[in-house]
């Protein structure tokens, strides 16, 4: 029913938005895509940025056709997206690490995940209808964003102003799940609406509200209502519904702005189990029944933000207060009358964060030399059930504080040559105090070469796993360590970038980089001993590896008229020694290659316009440990190589007003990749689940400006 009022509403906006008088968009948003925000004191040009900032537009967004962060990141060069059928989570990793390494922002805060802040996000949750743009920093960046900044951050820039009095913006959009695909009971339906109102030059406000019902991939399994005991019940990627609620309201005046956001996120993914539980149930049969599972996730999100200038001095302050929860409903699912019986709600994890930021600058009143004070405080409280002995859980409640205190200068030493070093202390409740320090260097040729580099000191606190997970079967044990101390991280990035513009209307830009990575103190598990009087070996998170990378890309980029065409390659080497306390691993360097391309051709005659991407993700090898002749060693695992192929044709209609995008995702088919390890003489493989295969999408959007 509230499908069908969503599509109703939308249909109707559309209706009465082909009688409006529509006002023709302006040319500044164009000027403002080479603005950049993330880790600067002030926004600016992106030339003129100390780092290497990638930006993703709006545009590019729109020509993917994206429903959430993962569907745009999964294209970029030397992002990996990880996703899990069994939970339904999609999380990056960049550099060979995962996700507790990469930091994710809205509008510079840290956003709220189960168990953490800023890291281990779950990218299928954010939602893209409020996007402005995204801009990505590769390399530590610990002394503007804390803990857990070590292989980069991304950072969301929302929209927060408009050219028109009034923006009515609504979308519906069906997608096949591979093959699968019903108007109700299969594939993807996605409804939005958004509305924002230029109250007058000084006030602006938007609401928006999006439903996101993932129906679930069967592959080979029957659905939940299959009811024979052959393990066929369910699916193979879980159903997922999602509904997304988010307001803005923003003032400006002068050199003063503020504004004031909310977000809510409401999730539901469905895991019907396939075994089947039957019941005698004399003269009238049997009786069948499933034990099933409902996970819930709930985020809200508030950020008030305040930038203005105080005497010559500029300050920008954030207070921010977020709470995201995951529970779990276990019911017993009643064939006979199809009903939910029986059902108890566990709380498994929760955090919720007060957190504020704020920075202080243009302390001297001249060009050369500026001074950045800043401060961010974090006063995180969370719970986890953790996984405990006999297959139990242990409530765990744990209150984490952290107050920082950073300080960064810029020195101008010539016009096209600028200095940026900084420093930061945290000062840790649960952890020793931890310390992160940078030092980027830009300079700009007078022939258009960019020449950035960077140094960097940064840290990554443990997570509530590695802290307090206990577990123990069969006669191991898995244990938590509250003693461990946070890994040290130091990288160092060189990037060289020319664009050259020519009076033919071409334009080319180049790039190559080089980047290096060394973790210090990095958390694994390792064999500690023995269980007293017992050959039961305990295993237990201590800091014992170590990790270095090293990589060198080079991407290139080509306008011509309408056509526009980019490629990039990464070739990236990570030696890690793996010590499990019985066996240690070999450090030598393995290698892995990606490369990736798009092309897009627009006609503006007809409004139309055609893009390709392709991603080539090389073979992966690292090293798991196996056990021969009764002795643990480590040998050499190959994940093997796959690609991904996304095309999309975009037309716009009734004066720019409808839009319609048709398209494919994974055109390559690509569902399962293949890992294996050879034991002594004897070869074993595993399938690793990436996708669901070829997909093919319609977007219908209409946006009403007046």
Do not use: C
């Amino acid at each position: 029913m509230k499908n069908r009022i969503f599509q109703i509403t939308s249909l109707l906006l559309i209706i009465k938005g082909f009688s409006q008088e529509i006002k023709k968009d302006s040319t500044t948003i164009n000027e403002l895509k080479e603005v950049v925000v993330t880790a600067q004191f002030e926004p600016q040009s992106l030339k003129k940025a100390v780092h290497n900032v990638r930006v993703i537009t709006k545009e590019d967004m729109e020509k993917l056709a994206a429903n959430n962060l993962s569907d745009v990141l999964n294209q970029y060069l030397n992002i990996t997206i990880t996703p899990s059928s069994g939970t339904g989570r999609s999380t990056v990793s960049m550099f060979g690490l995962d996700a507790t390494y990469f930091k994710i922002l809205v509008d510079n805060i840290p956003i709220v995940s189960d168990n953490s802040l800023g890291n281990n996000i779950d990218l299928t949750q954010i939602n893209l209808d409020d996007i402005e743009k995204i801009e990505i920093i590769e390399g530590s960046m610990g002394v503007t964003h804390g803990a857990g900044a070590v292989t980069g951050i991304l950072n969301i820039i929302t929209k927060k102003s408009s050219l028109h009095r009034w923006e009515i913006n609504t979308t519906l959009q069906e997608e096949t799940v591979g093959n699968e695909y019903s108007a109700f009971d299969k594939g993807k339906h996605i409804q939005s609406i958004k509305i924002s109102n230029k109250i007058n030059d000084n006030w602006f406000a938007s609401l928006g509200i999006n439903r996101n019902d993932f129906k679930g991939y069967l592959d080979n399994r029957k659905g939940e209502n299959y009811s024979e005991s052959d393990n066929k019940r369910g699916y193979t990627w879980l159903p997922k519904l999602q509904y997304f609620t988010n307001g803005m309201i923003t003032y400006k005046k002068n050199s003063f702005r503020a504004f004031y956001k909310f977000d809510y996120l409401n999730e539901n993914i469905d895991y019907f189990n396939p075994t089947i539980l039957v019941v005698a149930n004399p003269p009238f049969g049997e009786n069948k029944f499933a034990k099933d599972k409902r996970y819930k996730t709930t985020r809200f999100y508030h950020h008030f933000n305040a930038i203005g200038s105080l005497y010559s001095l500029k300050y920008n302050i954030s207070v921010s207060h977020q709470k995201q929860s995951r529970d779990t409903e276990n019911f017993i699912y009643n064939f006979q009358n199809s009903n939910e019986e029986n059902t108890i709600s566990t709380k498994n994890q929760s955090a919720e964060v007060l957190y504020s930021t704020g920075t202080l600058s243009n302390f001297f009143k001249n060009e050369i030399v500026d001074l950045q004070l800043g401060y961010e405080f974090v006063n995180n409280h969370g719970f986890a059930l953790v996984d405990g002995e006999n297959q139990t859980l242990n409530p765990i409640r744990k209150r984490f504080e952290n107050y920082d205190f950073f300080i960064a200068s810029e020195i101008k030493a010539a016009s096209n040559f600028l200095i940026r070093a900084g420093i930061r202390a945290s000062a840790q409740s649960k952890f020793d105090n931890q310390t992160a320090s940078s030092l980027g260097l830009r300079y700009l040729f007078n022939n258009d070469f960019e020449l950035r580099s960077s140094m960097g000191k940064s840290f990554r606190v443990p997570t509530f796993e590695e802290l307090y997970s206990k577990i123990k079967f069969s006669g191991h044990q898995f244990y938590g360590n509250e003693n461990l101390i946070p890994e040290q991280s130091t990288s160092l990035d060189v990037n060289l970038k020319k664009t050259t513009s020519f009076k033919s209307d071409l334009k080319l830009a180049n790039q190559i980089s080089t980047s290096f990575l060394n973790v210090d103190n990095r958390i694994d598990m390792a064999f500690v001993g023995f269980e007293p009087n017992s050959t039961s070996p305990i295993y237990q998170y201590i800091n014992i590896n170590s990790y270095k990378m090293w990589n060198i890309s080079t991407t290139h980029q080509i306008n011509y008229k309408k056509w526009n065409a980019s490629a990039g390659l990464i070739y990236v080497g990570i030696s890690q020694v793996i010590d499990n306390g019985e066996a240690v691993s070999d450090d030598k360097f393995l290698y892995n290659l990606q490369f990736n391309s798009n092309l897009s051709y627009e006609i503006p005659k007809i409004n139309t316009q055609f893009s390709l991407y392709y991603k080539f993700n090389g073979k992966q090898q690292q090293f798991v440990s196996s056990i021969e002749n009764n002795e643990t060693i480590y040998k050499l695992s190959e994940i093997e190589s796959y690609s991904f192929l996304d095309a999309s044709i975009r037309k716009l209609f009734f004066k720019k007003q409808l839009e319609l995008n048709i398209g494919a995702r994974n055109i390559l088919n690509v569902t399962r990749i293949n890992q294996g390890i050879t034991t002594g003489t004897h070869t074993s493989s595993s399938d690793i689940l990436l996708g669901y295969g070829r997909s093919y999408f319609m977007k219908l959007s209409y946006k009403l400006n007046y």
